[in-house]
Nanobody, 128 residues
Framework: VQPVESGGGSVQAGGSLKLSCTAS????????????WGWFRQAPGKEREAVSC????????YYTDSVKGRFTISRDNAQNTLYLQMSDLKPEDTARYYC??????????????????WGQGTQVTVSS
């Protein structure tokens, strides 16, 4: 079973949304807390980009510059769930958001997703 994202929607600029990602049973058989996890997004006509990632035990994170101070990533390993609290949303945040496991991560520096770990995503639309 691949991860399942939820919590997207349509909001006006300045609004907030909280995304959730549940991954109770991964194809790899590795438990949820065995991975660094991340949120990624893809807007129409653009490449998928890393938004935020979090270490296995939540003690380090990565944020892309455009969301720093507005988005907060967290995880609940007991519930096999990853979260992304998004505040002060802007029209440029409009995209489909995906959670995925991460296979290259350096806190504060970079975060790259594992191949073939994508769920269906959840759409976030921010109007001005």
């Amino acid at each position: 079973v691949q991860p399942v994202e939820s919590g997207g929607g349509s909001v006006q600029a300045g609004g907030s949304l909280k995304l959730s990602c549940t991954a109770s049973r991964l194809l790899s058989g590795v438990p949820f807390d065995g991975y660094v996890w991340g949120w990624f997004r893809q807007a129409p006509g653009k490449e998928r980009e890393a938004v935020s990632c979090i270490s296995r035990h939540g003690d380090s994170t990565y944020y892309t510059d455009s969301v720093k101070g507005r988005f907060t990533i967290s995880r609940d390993n007991a519930q096999n769930t990853l979260y992304l609290q998004m505040s002060d949303l802007k029209p440029e945040d409009t995209a489909r958001y995906y959670c995925a496991t991460v296979n290259a991560y350096f806190a504060g520096q970079y975060c790259y997703p594992s191949p073939d770990s994508w769920g269906q995503g959840t759409q976030v639309t921010v109007s001005s």
